[in-house]
């Protein structure tokens, strides 16, 4: 039984901790517990206190007692398992989690929590049950609603996902989550304009949210309406605001550059962070390079930050000196990793896309920092020293001031693909003299912007007899007909296919395309060598900001810059001529494939002393020696 003083200190400090008087509740609990070392609720209390102050490494061992004394109390291993994933601690969470659902199932934030737990290990389907367990025991519960939103937009249901936080939104008008995962399933449904309105929404309530304010950077690249000023200006904006959120803490990043020792026996220390180790179009163009790069000049830490592990994984994990994973740790966590490491040069290879950590490079975790591959346009960081692109992308003269980095134009085309280059069938096309053409694009749907779909509606006027293929993740079949329908496309020529699981499944579709259509103003870049690697032509439309130029740089790469278009009467001439000479057998998939097998695009090798070159030349310009020659 407890004394009489364990009892009088306790209702004392639950008193205190009523009022929110945190440390002085903190002490008084710890006065119990010397009072009545097996006292449960002084444990427990005290460590929900040290949760209530953001220091779960404090709080587990007071939640550990509390679990030791009441092994069944489902609060009490509910804030356990918090504290543990705090602290990177995830397996014990999920034992934590699952036992207190399992003690309480009626409890709402277990279940959210080990939802938020099964996203972070990347079990998507287990995730989803647990939400939807959430929603049932409380569907007044906007949390449950939003995480529930999240997990069907990572499983490529927006519809699902926009009705889910628009329900947690009707709960909580304010809730921050809700807001964003609006946005993006907006964005996912190809609602660019309505994305962006959101994202305007939740920002206005929520200004200093630098992972919204990202997304919604991501979303302007789609707007044909928009001028590279306007979207220059929205980048620098982002950058104040990353560069206003450094703390006192940050204080440790290295500002200024480290010179090396000259010695030419040492290596380059280069450390890349991306979310896209895996199963994605980033890494099927960077794993060439590192193949590639001179291991002698070179020393490689992978930073994986995303939870999906698959085969690509493995390859790159086994192409670093030092793999990191940092998926579900806190940026200062994962940047005191980094200053641990000390790369000499931090690459970016994300970008304003998802699951980005703009937030890192903002505080200068190496001397330099550059970004490249993965987004078509200036991060906004004053602290992003370099940018990586081609003299097509980037040409000489081009507006610098749309740019907080300093563009290097490292190679004649900026990219090498490592995608699969599979057998092309006997026959050269799906179509023949007897067949009309079929013109297709594999693009994503929120690539295809109305003055696209407006366009390839003419094309199909243009060509009598003529069809559209449309393949895409994210493709909902009922909107893409209504948008092509309004844009003047017969929904009697149009096919639409949604994603293939195979690599190979997806790339045998092009044998039923005999002219590749590449989106503006966002061009395609996968999709396009996708299509060049089995033996499909591709026309394109050359526009001013590096997210339209892509296209004529791959295309200027395989020698055929007689596919790139300037206009859009030009882009239906050229398309309308191709498809003429793939059905008279003048242009045959093996031409196609040749072209791509003889460019830069499949000479690793070069790419990958190109590249290599680039970084060096970055670390000895941020070093102050002498730049290197191919940095523009």
């Not at 003055?451 to 893409?480: F, N, Q, Y």
Request: hydrophobic share 40%; net charge neutral.
């Amino acid at each position: 039984m407890p004394s009489p003083q364990a009892n009088t200190a306790l209702e004392q400090a639950l008193d205190l901790h009523r009022k929110g008087r945190l440390p002085q509740a903190a002490q008084a609990y710890a006065v119990v517990r010397r009072l009545d070392p097996r006292n449960f609720p002084a444990h427990h209390l005290g460590g929900l206190i040290e949760l209530q102050q953001d220091r779960p490494a404090t709080a587990l061992p007071f939640l550990q007692a509390a679990a030791r004394l009441d092994p069944n109390h489902a609060i009490n291993l509910l804030c356990l398992g918090n504290a543990q994933l705090r602290l990177g601690k995830r397996e014990d969470a999920l034992q934590a989690l699952k036992q207190c659902v399992e003690r309480d199932p009626k409890l709402a934030e277990g279940w959210t929590n080990l939802g938020s737990l099964h996203v972070q290990a990347g079990r998507l389907e287990e995730a989803e049950q647990a939400y939807r367990r959430a929603v049932a025991v409380a569907p007044g519960d906007a949390q449950a609603w939003s995480g529930l939103g999240s997990v069907c937009l990572l499983r490529a249901d927006p519809v699902e996902a926009l009705a889910c936080q628009d329900k947690a939104l009707h709960l909580n008008r304010a809730h921050p989550k809700a807001g964003v995962g609006r946005a993006q399933a907006l964005f996912q449904l190809n609602e660019c304009e309505a994305a962006c309105a959101a994202f305007d929404e939740y920002l206005g309530r929520y200004p200093r949210d630098l992972e919204a304010a990202s997304q919604r950077l991501l979303c302007l690249n789609y707007l044909p309406m928009l001028s590279p000023d306007e979207v220059a200006r929205a980048h620098f904006d982002f950058g104040r605001l990353a560069a206003s959120s450094i703390t006192t803490s940050d204080s440790q990043a290295p500002r200024t550059p480290v010179t090396s020792s000259g010695s030419s026996s040492e290596r380059l220390k280069v450390g890349i962070l991306s979310p896209d180790f895996r199963r994605h179009s980033v890494a099927l163009f960077l794993e060439p390079l590192l193949i590639h790069l001179d291991r002698s000049r070179f020393e490689v830490i992978l930073y994986h930050d995303h939870f999906a592990r698959d085969a690509e994984t493995l390859r790159l994990k086994a192409l670093a000196d030092i793999w990191r994973e940092t998926v579900g740790l806190d940026d200062e966590t994962v940047a005191t990793l980094i200053r641990r490491d000390a790369p000499q040069v931090l690459v970016d290879l994300c970008g304003h896309t998802g699951f980005n950590r703009m937030s890192l490079f903002a505080r200068r975790l190496a001397p330099a920092q550059v970004t490249y591959l993965g987004y078509p346009n200036t991060t906004g960081l004053a602290t992003m020293d370099f940018r990586l692109v081609d003299p097509i992308t980037d040409p000489e003269g081009s507006d610098d001031s749309h740019y907080s980095e300093t563009r290097v134009r490292f190679s004649p085309c900026a990219w090498s693909y490592g995608g699969a280059l599979l057998p092309l069938r006997d026959a050269d096309r799906a179509s023949s003299t007897l067949q009309a053409p079929r013109f297709g694009s594999f693009n994503a749907a929120n690539k295809l912007s109305q003055p696209t779909l407006t366009c390839w509606g003419r094309l199909l006027h243009a060509v009598p007899g003529s069809t559209l293929l449309l393949k895409s993740t994210g493709l909902i079949a009922e909107r893409m007909r209504q948008r092509a329908e309004e844009a003047g496309i017969p929904l009697d020529r149009l096919t639409l296919l949604g994603p293939t699981v195979e690599t190979s499944e997806h790339l045998k579709l092009y044998e039923q395309v005999d002219v590749a259509l590449d989106p503006f103003p966002y061009n395609g870049t996968t999709t396009t060598c996708e299509a060049l690697s089995m033996g499909t032509p591709v026309v394109t439309l050359q526009g001013i900001a590096h997210a339209g130029r892509v296209g004529a740089s791959l295309l200027t790469a395989i020698g055929r810059a007689d596919w790139i278009s300037y206009s859009q009467d030009e882009y239906i001439q050229r398309a309308a001529s191709l498809a003429a000479e793939v059905s008279r057998g003048a242009l045959t998939r093996r031409h196609v494939r040749s072209l791509l097998e003889s460019s830069l695009l499949l000479d690793h090798r070069a790419q990958a002393r190109a590249f290599g070159d680039a970084l060096l030349g970055c670390h000895r310009r941020r070093s102050g020696q002498p730049a290197s020659p191919h940095a523009s």
